[in-house]
């Protein structure tokens, strides 16, 4: 079984900065793509930002120039980098990934649970 998990959520006044990581865990031969999707109450679920293998990173404009996406390899983990956050950024935020299984070699498409993100004003 292949999981994802979210942590890093939390409540931050206007201004603030925040980082999310995303962990992969479970039986991973590869991980071809993540991606971070957000949703607030009574929105539909949007893609902040998405990376693939060999192709550019793309973030959702709302987002370019103050949050950040990087990875650890090594450590099959995802982070979003949240700075200058605005009240319009609380959502739930998901961590998202196209996963080669191990054991039948699948490309599987995994969600995590989703971590609360809470901007004050």
């Known amino acids: 079984q292949v999981q994802l998990l979210e942590s890093g959520g939390g409540l931050v006044q206007a201004g603030g900065s925040l980082r999310l990581s995303c962990v992969a865990s479970?039986?991973?031969?590869?991980?071809?793509?993540m991606a971070w999707y957000r949703q607030a109450p009574g929105k539909q679920r949007e893609l902040v930002v998405s990376?693939?293998?060999?192709?550019?990173?793309n973030y959702a404009d709302s987002v370019r120039g103050r949050f950040t996406i990087s990875r650890d390899i090594a450590k099959n983990t995802v982070y979003l980098q949240m700075n200058s956050l605005k009240p319009e950024d609380t959502a739930v935020y998901y961590c998202n990934a196209d996963i080669v299984r191990s054991d039948d070699r699948f490309l599987v498409n995994y969600w995590g649970q989703g971590t609360q993100v809470t901007v004050s004003s």
């Open positions: 990376w693939r293998t060999g192709a550019s990173t």
């Open positions: 479970g039986s991973i031969f590869s991980i071809y793509a």
